[in-house]
């Protein structure tokens, strides 16, 4: 358990910390500083204080102290659904496998589920060097309180170094579960992982404060280092089809949940193509000037067999759906091909689809940011430039 204090006789009043906590967790009163309940420890008026007059301290006595020299190895929660890997899953090991190799150790993947043992091999092809397979009729559906129990039990027989889920809606309620049963942190939504050339500590980067930044978590004093990683965000490996790796099926019980029971899953139909799936997205901004001329972008995308996104200003709007938001708000994207029509370029936009192969760009600001993230740039009015790419486009696939 952490604590802070004021150290009163080195405490001059001088107010430096009170204007340096992001929080306003800290008073001066009679000339000393005082910290208020609602402080969180981030530490930044330790760093202010010219006079070290505030102090955090660890009771070490209150914590189950680790031996991090004892866990190796990277691994990747394999996440399926009806016994089919999740794209996400691929993407992760290409780059859990960078991770491992810098440290000299395996890359792992779990695979939890009913009837998945055909798909350890796949996991082997896109670079696992080790399957930790639980095949058990308890893990067809996932459930919260089960796949905790089985996973928590498997770090704390094997002991990983890493441990990274996908962002999505599995990885999001799992990933927290674990990291509170074992004491560690966790660091949600990351953009980018890279080894610390020096001390080797996952270094782990995500947008913050709206996307207006990046920073970079460490996690020094516990194990494992957890992270969930947004897809699309990483490349997957190819795969190899000579690869070799080993199985386990380690002898974990499965016990039943004790708070929820998966009744019955309810499939969501959906029509057009799914946007974090497309090879080709159209998305839209405010530069549309209206909602309406939406139906533009509908067009191109249609005849591209694309899906049609927007940014985070035309949904703000109410011009569009959510679900069809791109950006760090809302989803992120890789397709093959990526036209921003009308979209300025604004950093939470680019968060959330600069991973795409050719960015293509429509605006008539030709200063507008956008344009420094674009493969190809067209500067013009859109409402006279998309209907000219749809004719053209639809007479060389015709």
Known sequence: MSNIRILTEKCTGCGLCLSACPYGCIKIENKKAQILENCNLCGACVDSCKFGAIEITTDKGLENEIDINEYKDVWV????????IASVTFELLGAAKKLAQDL??????????????????????????????VDNPKLRNYNDEIYTNVFTDLINEYKPNIVLMGATTYGRSLAPRVSSRLNTGLTADCTALEIHPKDNILMQTRP?????????????????????????VMKPLDKDSNRQGKIICPKITVEDSLMTKVIETV?????????????IIVSGGRGLGDPKHFKL?????????????????A?????????????????????????????????????????????????????????????????GDLHQIIPLLVSEFKKALA
């Open 297 to 313: 972008i509908e067009e191109l995308a249609k005849v591209l067999g694309g899906a049609v996104g927007a940014s985070r200003a």
């Open 267 to 279: 499939k969501e139909a959906k029509e057009g193509v799914n946007l974090t799936e497309a090879d």
């Open 208 to 232: 913050a404060f709206s996307g207006n930044l990046m920073a970079t978590i460490i996690c020094p004093d516990h194990r494992p280092q957890m992270a969930t990683v947004r897809p699309k």
């Open 315 to 379: 949904v703000d709007a109410g011009w569009i759906s959510y679900s069809h938001q791109v950006g760090q708000t809302g989803k992120t994207v890789s397709p093959k091909i990526y036209i921003a029509c009308g979209i300025s370029g604004a950093i939470q936009h680019l968060a959330g689809m600069s991973s795409s192969d050719i960015i293509i760009a429509i605006n008539k600001n030709p200063d507008a940011p956008i344009f420094k993230a674009a493969t190809y740039g067209i500067v």
């Open 104 to 133: 000299g150790q395996s890359l792992c993947a779990v695979l939890l589920g009913d009837g998945v043992d055909s798909q350890a091999n796949t996991l082997i092809e896109y670079g696992a060097d080790v399957v930790y397979l």
């Open 77 to 84: 929660f394999a996440e399926q659904r009806e016994g089919k």
